[in-house]
């Protein structure tokens, strides 16, 4: 496990952190070794914050204000189904709360 959570860092989509329409940056981590980017604003804790930055980068993206390669999206897709959307807000929540 532990080569492989070093793997993923090593090739974290995010290297440049997203920059939102409105200026803020999101620099996403991996938390727990998944390959899912949980810790939206990489603070180092999951909580409210997190659920909040990913319901603004899902509704930009929806509407086209920004563009994700799709290293990006696999790592914010948290029900897996191949897209970005506001199922994976919902999912998250799941997850996460
Ligand atoms: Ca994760
Ligand atoms: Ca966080
Ligand atoms: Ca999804």
Excluded: C, K, W
Excluded at 36 to 62: M, P
């Amino acid at each position: 496990m532990g080569s492989a959570y070093v793997s993923i860092l090593e090739i974290s989509p995010f290297v440049e952190p997203i920059t939102l329409p409105n200026g803020m940056q999101l620099p996403p981590v991996e938390h727990d070794g998944d390959g899912l980017f949980e810790d939206l604003n990489g603070d180092g804790n999951i909580d409210g914050q997190d659920v909040s930055r990913l319901a603004q980068l899902v509704n930009v993206y929806r509407r086209g204000e920004i563009t994700l390669t799709d290293a990006q999206v696999a790592a914010l897709d948290f029900n897996g189904d191949g897209e970005l959307t506001q199922a994976d807000i919902a999912a998250y929540n799941r997850m996460h709360r």
